[in-house]
């Protein structure tokens, strides 16, 4: 059974065009391009009934735990085959199965696309509710030292109107963790 799902698998892969290795002959590490997202890495794991999708979105928010963790509740109520967890420090994954006689090339695709779709169209949500302290700290950082702000642009609004535009240092020092 497992190697009738591993070869499922591993043509499902291929004719995605879609990156991966296989570390162990149960396991798929899978290489999901984004655009907010720039990569998910998914785990699959192929087990006695069936494959374990594994997906790391973000690291354990610095603020705003509450907000964070309701969005992941209320997020859940709309995916498929995977959904919202943490691990015991925190940090956030998504996670599914398959059962055995459900995976095929089409059920792959289908929970691939729900990876994808969830962990890069949430991915910026995520900082904003999680990170917006350090990210008010990065772009303070980056505008003092001239740096470029192009991957923070999506969280101007974040930034207070008179820091946003500024040539100076709006908050100062280095953030301490990103």
Not at 40 to 56: P, Q
Not at 59 to 79: A, H, I, M, Q, S
Request: proline fraction near 3%.
């Amino acid at each position: 059974m497992s190697e009738r799902i591993a070869d499922v698998i591993d043509a499902a892969l291929k004719e995605r065009e879609l990156e991966y290795t296989r570390p162990r002959e149960n396991q798929f590490v899978v290489e999901l391009p984004g655009e907010h997202k720039l990569k998910t890495t998914t785990l699959l794991t192929i087990g006695n009934h069936g494959v374990r999708v594994e997906a790391f979105v973000c690291r354990k928010p610095d603020e705003n735990f509450e907000g964070v963790y309701k969005y992941l509740l209320r997020r859940n109520r709309r995916l498929y085959g995977v959904h919202y967890t943490i691990d015991k420090i925190g940090d956030i994954y998504l996670v599914g199965r398959i059962s055995s006689h459900a995976v095929t090339g089409e059920e792959l695709d289908r929970v691939l696309g729900q990876v994808l779709e969830a962990a890069d169209g949430d991915f910026n949500v995520l900082l904003e509710l999680g990170f917006a302290s350090s990210i008010r700290r990065e772009w303070a950082w980056r505008v003092s030292r001239g740096e470029s702000l192009a991957n923070l642009q999506p969280f101007k609004h974040l930034v207070d109107d008179g820091d946003a535009d500024s040539d100076g240092p709006a908050a100062g020092g280095h953030p301490s963790s990103h």
